[in-house]
């Protein structure tokens, strides 16, 4: 059988726009965090990220990495938020709000609302300022526990403690989150979108923090 072939590509001197496209398409699927913020005036900022996972479970903890704007190097009004009032509040994006979700990427000069100008419903948080999107069926009030410039400083990744999860019942049965309820988007490399496909089961082969799931 012919070896397959690879293109082997050093990182370390990869100009930006080679690395993200290669990262973007490589780190696939990437869970969509839609994260509402607020301005010193009390403007409501949303916009999506992918570049985003959860990372620590004691306090919960999720990080998102935020860069700088590729069309004038400024910082995004998301990130200029998180960092004023150490606040920030992820809804997850689903099949249902994927294309306002979308359409909160375009780049809206600072003074203008995307929650006002895509008619987005909100709903207070309990424990920060920013509020939640109502169209989404999970929040996750975030207060910022550190940001951290990345490399040539293109990149910051912020991370946020949990204080408040937000759940709908109508995903929540008051123990798992059901995800094909979710029915949560994923983004993939160039202007592509994903949802969940097929789901397959295995059991854990080690205990899981509440031992969801374990084998035996
Ligand atoms: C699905 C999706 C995922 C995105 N992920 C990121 C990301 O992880 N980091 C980032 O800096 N920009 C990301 N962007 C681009 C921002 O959403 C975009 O720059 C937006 O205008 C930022 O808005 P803001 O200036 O209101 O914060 C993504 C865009 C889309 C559509």
Same mark, same amino acid.
């Given at each position: 059988?012919?070896?397959?072939?690879?293109?082997?590509?050093?990182?370390?001197?990869?100009?930006?726009?080679?690395?993200?496209?290669?990262?973007?398409?490589?780190?696939?699927?990437?869970?969509?965090?839609?994260?509402?913020?607020?301005?010193?005036?009390?403007?409501?900022?949303?916009?999506?990220?992918?570049?985003?996972?959860?990372?620590?479970?004691?306090?919960?903890?999720?990080?998102?990495?935020?860069?700088?704007?590729?069309?004038?190097?400024?910082?995004?009004?998301?990130?200029?938020?998180?960092?004023?009032?150490?606040?920030?509040?992820?809804?997850?994006?689903?099949?249902?709000?994927?294309?306002?979700?979308?359409?909160?990427?375009?780049?809206?000069?600072?003074?203008?609302?995307? =929650?006002?100008? &895509?008619?987005? !419903?909100?709903?207070?948080? /309990?424990? #920060?300022? $920013?509020?939640? *999107?109502?169209?989404?069926?999970?929040?996750?009030?975030?207060?910022?526990?550190?940001?951290?410039?990345?490399?040539?400083?293109?990149?910051?990744?912020?991370?946020?403690?949990?204080? =408040?999860?937000? &759940?709908?019942? !109508?995903?929540?049965?008051? /123990?798992? #989150?059901? $995800?094909?309820? *979710?029915?949560?988007?994923?983004?993939?490399?160039?202007?592509?979108?994903?949802?969940?496909?097929?789901?397959?089961?295995?059991?854990?082969?080690?205990?899981?923090?509440?031992?969801?799931?374990?084998?035996?």
């Amino acid at each position: 059988m012919a070896e397959p072939q690879f293109s082997c590509v050093d990182g370390a001197q990869l100009d930006t726009e080679t690395a993200y496209r290669l990262l973007v398409g490589s780190v696939v699927p990437r869970p969509v965090a839609w994260i509402t913020t607020i301005d010193t005036d009390g403007r409501v900022n949303a916009a999506p990220f992918s570049s985003y996972n959860y990372v620590a479970t004691s306090p919960p903890m999720l990080a998102v990495n935020i860069a700088l704007r590729p069309s004038d190097g400024a910082i995004k009004d998301t990130a200029r938020n998180i960092a004023l009032t150490r606040e920030f509040v992820v809804n997850v994006a689903t099949e249902s709000t994927m294309e306002l979700a979308h359409r909160s990427a375009e780049e809206y000069p600072p003074h203008v609302s995307e =929650a006002e100008a &895509l008619g987005l !419903e909100l709903l207070p948080s /309990r424990h #920060v300022r $920013a509020p939640r *999107l109502a169209a989404s069926p999970i929040h996750m009030e975030c207060r910022l526990d550190q940001a951290v410039v990345l490399g040539r400083g293109v990149n910051t990744l912020y991370i946020g403690e949990v204080v =408040a999860f937000h &759940l709908s019942h !109508e995903v929540f049965d008051g /123990r798992r #989150v059901d $995800a094909e309820k *979710l029915r949560p988007i994923a983004r993939l490399g160039g202007p592509f979108y994903a949802g969940l496909g097929e789901i397959f089961h295995r059991p854990m082969l080690q205990r899981p923090p509440g031992g969801e799931g374990a084998a035996g």
